[in-house]
């Protein structure tokens, strides 16, 4: 586990440049690209953090896959990383990134698990509801998950909104329990 302090320097310094220029969600955008694409290519993951490789190897291939598509600013802070010998922590840079401009916007994410996908109408409506009970803007992650059986759960930072039918069944279950527990009880007197 890379140290966050490594890496947070990195993500503050180009959160800084970004906000200054105006080019949050674009610097965004790009860096989402970015990470998404080397977090999708372990070889490629693998090649950049490898300790072993020369610098001039990494910032040449990396030039090559996104010099085309980012600004020239987001390259330099990729380069400025390797010559560091910072690139195992170029992934968690650009996550700190993403949480500095999504504080920014007051954007929240929400890891929703769902036993299947919603409709678009659906995912509309259960965003417009976050929001509303949270009063931020939200990010919606989803995950499919069938040990749920059905209904979802919602996590928004440190808080758990469980509206699972396996949850559901938990505390019918316990209600059930505690019933005859105490019907037991009486029933002795």
Known sequence: MIPEIVYSKYSQAMFDIAKEQDKINEFGQQLRSIRDTLQMNPDLLKFVEHPLITPEAKKDTLKQIFADDVSPLIMQFLYV?????????????????????????????????????????????????????????????????????????????????????????????????????????????
């Open 81 to 189: 990383m390797i010559d560091r010998r910072r690139d195992a922590a170029i992934v968690a840079a650009i996550d700190g990134f993403i949480d500095l401009s999504r504080a920014a916007q007051n954007i929240e994410v929400a890891k929703i698990r769902l036993v299947k996908p919603l409709s678009a109408e659906e995912e509309k409506q259960l965003v417009a509801s976050l929001e509303k009970m949270t009063g931020k803007h939200i990010d919606p992650v989803y995950t499919i998950d069938p040990h749920i059986l059905g209904g979802m759960v919602v996590q928004i930072g440190d808080r758990l909104i469980d509206g699972s039918l396996r949850r559901q069944l938990q505390d019918m279950q316990h209600a059930l329990l505690q019933s005859d527990v105490m019907n037991e009880v009486t029933d002795e007197q």
